[in-house]
Every structure is written in C-alpha cells, then in structure tokens.
T-cell receptor, first 113, second 111 residues
Framework: DGGITQSPKYLFRKEGQNVTLSCEQN?????MYWYRQDPGQGLRLIYY???????QKGDIAEGYSVSREKKESFPLTVTSAQKNPTAFYLC????????????FGQGTRLTVV | RKEVEQDPGPFNVPEGATVAFNCTYS??????FFWYRQDCRKEPKLLMS???SGNEDGRFTAQLNRASQYISLLIRDSKLSDSATYLC????????????FGTGTRLTIIP
C-alpha cells in the first residue's frame, strides 16, 4: 500500500543530544515537508523540499537540519541547539503542484528528558 | 498580515446546529485552498479542496471569497463525530511551493 511512514512513533531524548526522525514515502511525491505541533497549537513549518538535493527553511528552522538525498526520504535532525524540542512532529508529502493535497505520516512524539 | 489566519475558537456547538468558520489568507495569487480535519493526537486528513468559488460534500460546504481573501467552512446538522480541529491550508508559491497551515479552529459538538 502507498503511503508515508514516520518512525519512531514515540522518541525520548536526553537534553543536549541530537536525534533524527525518519520520514519515508512511496507515493512518488516530489514535495516533502516537516511540521512541528505544540499542544493546542497549529502546524508550524520547519523545512520543505521540492526536489532531491534541494530544501528550504520554513518558519521555524533554527535548531533543525534536513537532507533530501533520495526522493522517498526526508529525515529531520533535531539538534542540541533547539531549545524546546519536545513536540509532535509531522511529515507530509505532495505531488508538488499547487493544486494537490498533502498526505501526512502518523507523526513522531518527541520528549526531552 | 499572516499568510494564513484562523479563529482558534473553541467553538462549542449543540448537536444538530450549523456552524461556520473562516480562514483569511494574504497572498492574492493563491489558486487552491484546502480544509483538513485533525483529531486529537492524530495526523491531519484532507476534508475538502477548493479551487474555484466553492465545493460541497454532504453536510460540508467550503466557499471562497477572492475579493476579501478568505475561505469558509460550513457544517450543517452537526454530529458528535464532527468534534475536531479544522485546519486551513493555502499553498504559497514563492518559486518553491510552501504549504502553510492556519493555526486551526477547534470545534466541540455538545450532545
């Protein structure tokens, strides 16, 4: 079945450590996105990518990094520079044209302990 | 003006009532608009797409007002299962497509 998969579902990290969240899609979508959601809040865009080996900063990129070495994969690294990393992280993908919907993974809930 | 703005609510509405909420956008060149539904602690899922003046699907109607730059979502005969957060999405094409979400409107249907 086609879809977008995020792993792990729950992740615990010690303060000061980097951690990488996985996002894989087999929908043959060009565009991929990472969002952060805090309790009771909307989705804030971290990074997005339209094509392989290219990506752009979203509204809250500080403390995060991404790579897009393959079309189907868009991993997000939460670095130690991110001051408040505890949040719900959502990955999405779309065909990349303006008139197409985005499909979401089930999300990764990151907690810093 | 923010790229996409929504009234966060919460909207507490009795079962069977009609409820409507708006989403305003700043980019007058935007061509397509989407409403997503998000249940608590879950990922958003597409509810409706709006490409021209509006769209209707059963109890749900989305309308676009280009002159005032807003889209609305109307829910008729509301059900308990309609309780969720409704997110407005407006793709922004600045050379690279940026998919910007509103903060969401929280809706609770009361029995």
């Amino acid at each position: 079945d086609g879809g977008i998969t995020q792993s792990p579902k729950y992740l615990f990290r010690k303060e000061g450590q980097n951690v990488t969240l996985s996002c894989e899609q087999n929908l043959n979508h060009d565009a991929m996105y990472w969002y952060r959601q805090d309790p009771g809040q909307g989705l804030r865009l971290i990074y997005y990518s339209q094509i392989v080996n290219d990506f752009q900063k979203g509204d809250i990129a500080e403390g995060y990094s991404v790579s897009r070495e393959k079309k189907e994969s868009f991993p997000l690294t939460v670095t130690s520079a991110q001051k408040n990393p505890t949040a719900f992280y959502l990955c999405a993908s779309s065909l990349g044209s303006l008139n197409t919907e985005a499909f979401f993974g089930q999300g990764t809930r990151l907690t810093v302990v | 003006r923010k790229e996409v703005e929504q009234d966060p609510g919460p909207f507490n509405v009795p079962e069977g009532a009609t409820v409507a909420f708006n989403c305003t956008y700043s980019n007058s060149a935007s061509q397509s608009f989407f409403w997503y539904r998000q249940d608590c602690r879950k990922e958003p899922k597409l509810l409706m797409s709006v490409y021209s003046s509006g769209n209707e699907d059963g109890r749900f109607t989305a309308q676009l007002n280009r002159a005032s730059q807003y889209i609305s979502l109307l829910i008729r005969d509301s059900k308990l299962s309609d309780s969720a957060t409704y997110l407005c999405v407006v793709p922004q094409n600045f050379g690279n497509e940026k998919l910007t979400f509103g903060t969401g409107t929280r809706l609770t249907i009361i029995p």
